[in-house]
């Protein structure tokens, strides 16, 4: 489920990097990783309705998937950086 979390964060980090102001990326960077989390730690719930034991186990699991995705969407954004630089007549 790590890889799962950290490849939906990359393939998010296309996105968030073409974002201009300095201030709203780091908020996506730091936000988006954590609303992910939370919808596919929940999605169970959301489908079922019965949230009893997801509840005291949510800190565990939420943490350590917004930590993957940070890690990942800045890891995406570094790449993207190399990629710019190395290729400067692009746009995007």
């Not at 799962?4 to 908020?27: D, E, P, Q």
């Not at 699991?61 to 190399?82: A, D, E, P, Q, Y």
Request: glycine share 6%; net charge positive.
């Amino acid at each position: 489920m790590i890889f799962f979390v950290a490849l939906l964060n990359m393939i998010l980090s296309i996105w968030i990097c073409k974002v201009r102001n300095y201030g709203l990326r780091i908020i996506a960077l730091l936000l988006t990783p954590l609303i992910l989390a939370f919808v596919i730690y929940y999605m169970p719930v959301l489908l079922k309705g019965d949230s009893g034991e997801y509840s005291s186990w949510s800190g565990l699991f939420l943490m350590t998937w917004w930590v993957v995705g940070v890690l990942s969407l800045l890891i995406g954004c570094f790449v993207m950086r190399m990629l710019k630089k190395r290729n400067p007549e692009s746009d995007d």
